[in-house]
């Protein structure tokens, strides 16, 4: 996919934490602004503006977010086939 | 949270769930506004006629006021519009409670809020009783207003009402 944009699992917690106190924070200012001026139209601009300031914070791979990357352990090599197969029927005669 | 398409959603959803909270606030915080409206109706004169309605002889009455009221307190941040009514409000024997509209406007902004209206005369709307006659009544006369916010609660009042000189009798009277 041209447009996957994935981060790591540090990276989710992060931008999941900022995205929710973004949102919030800018409501409650929205709010305050708006009251305090007696203007309902600013509220919802302020708001408005803050959800397209958080996304720009979130929605992108920032290097922020990969910070953490997931370490994989070293791939086995198997050799054969054959080898697979008497493991796998030691393990059942074991059980049995 | 995985992708962008995760996180683009998740920004929205929770974006929707906090507008609904903010909302909420709006409304219930305008409920705790205070506003001081305060109007009067002085009556100029009052006259009634008698006329065939319904195959019944009834009184019409014709009023003749000056509104004079200031409504600017009620605007606040979440005031789309007033509708203001100048109601007419008497006790006869056969009905305790008589309303009748004699006037009314709707004000969208905080400019027009003060109304001061000289020599109204009820032609929009009818002043008769719910019976043919009106008797001896004393009517008091007061400002009703009805405040539509932009989201929230429907908030109406009214303005003290001033009593005035009872009904004449009606001028054409055989």
Known sequence: MLFEWKIDFEGQKRSELISQVGIILFAIIGFIVGFLLQNLALTFQIYAGGIFLTALFVLPPWSFYNQYPVQWLPSIQIEKDKHEQTESDELKEKST | MYNLAQRANAIFAFAMTVQFGLLLAIAISSLYITSNPIGKVDVN???????NYDNKETEFAFIEMNIDADLTSLFNWNTKQ?????VAEYETKSHELN??????????????????????RNEKYEFVD??????????????YWDLMPYVGFLVSGKTESIQTFSFPAPNNNN
């Open chain 2, 99 to 120: 309303q009748v509209v004699l006037w009314d406007s709707i004000i969208q902004s905080k400019e027009d809020a003060h109304i001061k209206e000289d020599k109204v």
């Open chain 2, 45 to 51: 004169e009052l006259n009634i006629w008698l006329y």
């Open chain 2, 82 to 86: 007033l509708f203001v009514a100048v």
């Open chain 2, 130 to 143: 719910i019976t043919p006659k009106f008797g001896e009544v004393k009517a008091n006369y007061s400002i």
